[in-house]
């Protein structure tokens, strides 16, 4: 195993050799370096037998991971509250274990999978991120299909007009693989509160028109407040 270091060429003082190297040295590696030009040159210890060059290989390795480990963490702090996607790499009694980006791992509480809903390993899912924890092996991603913030961030991502902010949604009821309320107003005059279009896009995974519809509602201040409602479809009658 050999050592290189990257240094800073000088004329003929070294003041740290860790970090610097003489013109003449650097020329026998790059015969065009200047002064003030870096340049890699090997550092390999006298000394540096097979014990040393794997210990060096082991601190490198753990370094790199710590590295990872702490891109991952800030990565995902960013990300709580919204919505991710990942294929599910296990699922158990407790959970389900969620491959995300950036090689980390999120945890799908059963108390947070919408019921009855089963996953089979490698389904393609998404999920909101609830909360992220510092762990001994990496960051502790913990994620929800059943959280009201999943559907109003289905909303934002699936609707435009939710998403540019020409409809706001005012306050979501949800259960979770029964059905759901969202309540909905316009931030623009002319725009129709009750928004048809609103319904046919959101219900792409269930196209069926029995699955949603809308509803207007009276709020306390008497001002008429719209509905989306969607429903999971009952079974058909033979």
């Known amino acids: 195993m050999t050592v290189y270091a990257e240094k800073e060429v000088v004329d003929d003082s070294i003041v740290d050799a860790r970090t610097e190297v003489v013109l003449g040295e650097a020329q026998k590696v790059k015969p065009d370096v200047q002064v003030g030009d870096m340049v890699l040159v090997e550092t390999t210890p006298a000394d540096f037998g097979r014990v040393a060059a794997q210990t060096a290989r082991q601190v490198i390795q753990q370094r790199i991971r710590e590295a990872e480990r702490s891109n991952q963490m800030q990565y995902f702090e ?9 294929l599910v790499q296990a699922s158990n009694a407790q959970s389900a274990t969620v491959g ?3 090689k980390a791992e999120g945890i799908l ?3 947070q999978k919408i019921p009855g809903e089963r996953l089979k390993l490698h389904d393609r899912i998404r999920a909101v991120v609830m909360e992220v924890k510092d762990g001994t092996r990496g960051p502790q991603i913990i994620l929800s ?15 435009p007009e939710i998403y540019h902010g020409i409809v706001e949604i005012r306050a979501i009821a949800r259960e979770p693989g029964a059905r759901a309320k969202v309540a909905v107003s316009a931030t623009q005059p002319g725009i129709d509160r009750s928004a048809p279009v609103l ?4 219900c792409v995974s ?3 028109s029995r699955n949603c519809m809308t509803k207007r509602s009276t709020s306390s201040n008497g001002i008429k407040t719209p509905l989306l409602i969607f429903r999971k479809p009952s079974a058909r009658r033979a």
């Open 100 to 102: 995300l980006d950036m």
């Open 145 to 159: 299909r059943a959280h009201r913030n999943f559907l109003r961030r289905l909303l934002e991502n699936e609707v």
């Open 78 to 86: 960013r990300q709580v509250g919204e919505i991710v996607s990942g």
């Open 109 to 111: 509480p059963n108390n």
């Open 206 to 208: 269930k196209p069926s």
């Open 199 to 202: 319904v046919s896009r959101v």
